[in-house]
T-cell receptor, first 115, second 112 residues
Framework: DTEVTQTPKHLVMGMTNKKSLKCEQHMGHRAMYWYKQKAKKPPELMFVYSYEKLSINESVPSRFSPECPNSSLLNLHLHALQPEDSALYLC??????????????FGPGTRLTVL | DAKTTQPNSMESNEEEPVHLPCNHSTISGTDYIHWYRQLPSQGPEYVIHGLTSNVNNRMASLAIAEDRKSSTLILHRATLRDAAVYYCILRLPFSGNTPLVFGKGTRLSVIA
């Protein structure tokens, strides 16, 4: 199974709502990532988790709160978002190390619209 | 990080070969050249990678210049399903838990 799944596929939320994005992989990968992609732009890194611990936070506003409850799951909790946070949110995973390269596997993304 | 430069867009006829160029003049001796592509409404997917020698796999070929300052991704027979944004990315070896740094990529259109 080389699949990264993300739910929901689409999400519309108001600026006062609290919602969560979910990502799951069963490839035994111990590195997991959240990227944000605005329309017609390349993906940009938000967070990296390594062995369930946050290792990189790219100065993301606190209204985005990541969580890695176990080695297969990655969540992104959303609260008090702004309309400019509307984007495609991509989850990815990869092996920690052990090869001279490590392919990242991406999910299909959650398209978020903030009203 | 060493940067890459790619054309914004390219167009190809279906069933013709496509050569997607990437310039990386500041590449270090240990950087691997990776290619990912992003099909419409999907997440990026790995295509191929190489260090010095040309590489082939079932999806594509990668031709690397002798001085490693440029490379070319070759799709031997473009199909409509190959229409995507193609990203050329440099990565250090054993960089398993480091993120991908995406440039603007090349948007490939395939005409039937």
């Amino acid at each position: 199974d080389t699949e990264v799944t993300q739910t929901p596929k689409h999400l519309v939320m108001g600026m006062t709502n609290k919602k969560s994005l979910k990502c799951e992989q069963h490839m035994g990968h111990r590195a997991m990532y959240w990227y944000k992609q605005k329309a017609k732009k390349p993906p940009e890194l938000m967070f990296v988790y390594s062995y369930e611990k946050l290792s990189i936070n790219e100065s993301v506003p606190s209204r985005f709160s990541p969580e890695c409850p176990n080695s297969s799951l990655l969540n992104l909790h959303l609260h008090a978002l702004q309309p400019e946070d509307s984007a495609l949110y991509l989850c990815a995973s990869s092996q920690e190390s052990g090869r001279h390269y490590n392919e990242q596997f991406f999910g299909p993304g959650t398209r978020l619209t903030v009203l | 990080d060493a940067k890459t430069t790619q054309p914004n867009s390219m167009e190809s006829n279906e069933e013709e070969p496509v050569h997607l160029p990437c310039n990386h003049s500041t590449i270090s001796g240990t950087d691997y050249i990776h290619w990912y592509r992003q099909l419409p409404s999907q997440g990026p997917e790995y295509v191929i990678h190489g260090l010095t020698s040309n590489v082939n796999n079932r999806m594509a070929s990668l031709a690397i210049a002798e001085d490693r300052k440029s490379s070319t991704l070759i799709l031997h027979r473009a199909t409509l399903r190959d229409a995507a944004v193609y990203y050329c990315i440099l990565r250090l070896p054993f960089s398993g838990n480091t993120p991908l740094v995406f440039g603007k990529g090349t948007r490939l259109s395939v005409i039937a």
